[in-house]
């Protein structure tokens, strides 16, 4: 069974910069695929970041440019670098993995995810 506990949220003003951290235990084919989901207030969950165990990674629009999403597979680790934060990217993040993914160059298409952690929140005050 994938177990994942995140970590590394709080709140910052609008230009900062937080990096969330993810530790993963239980390895399995539905972990092919390790990501980031965020969800806002009133709004649905979304991926935002994606790697997968070839270390192709893809990123949704809203936060291209902006985060990098890394693996230290030795460490059993997944972390999410947020810069230049906007009161946009408020939400709680969910660290999650699954059997399927894909992107377009870098653009995130699909996240097929069966586990998540129970969440850390993120607040960009502008």
């Known amino acids: 069974q994938v177990q994942l506990v995140e970590s590394g949220g709080g709140s910052v003003q609008a230009g900062g910069s937080l990096r969330l951290s993810c530790v993963v235990s239980?390895?399995?084919?539905?972990?092919?695929?390790m990501g980031w989901l965020r969800q806002a207030p009133g709004k649905g969950r979304e991926g935002v970041a994606v790697?997968?165990?070839?270390?192709?990674?893809g990123y949704s629009d809203s936060v291209k440019g902006r985060f990098t999403i890394s693996k230290d597979n030795a460490n059993n680790t997944l972390a999410l670098e947020m810069n230049s934060l906007k009161a946009e990217d408020t939400a709680m993040y969910y660290c999650?993995?699954?059997?399927?993914?894909?992107?377009?160059?870098?653009?995130?298409?699909?996240?097929?995810?069966?586990?998540w952690g129970q969440g850390t929140q993120v607040t960009v005050s502008s």
């Open positions: 999650a993995s699954g059997p399927s993914c894909s992107w377009s160059g870098t653009r995130l298409h699909h996240f097929e995810y069966k586990n």
């Open positions: 239980g390895y399995s084919q539905s972990t092919h695929c």
């Open positions: 790697i997968n165990t070839d270390g192709s990674t």
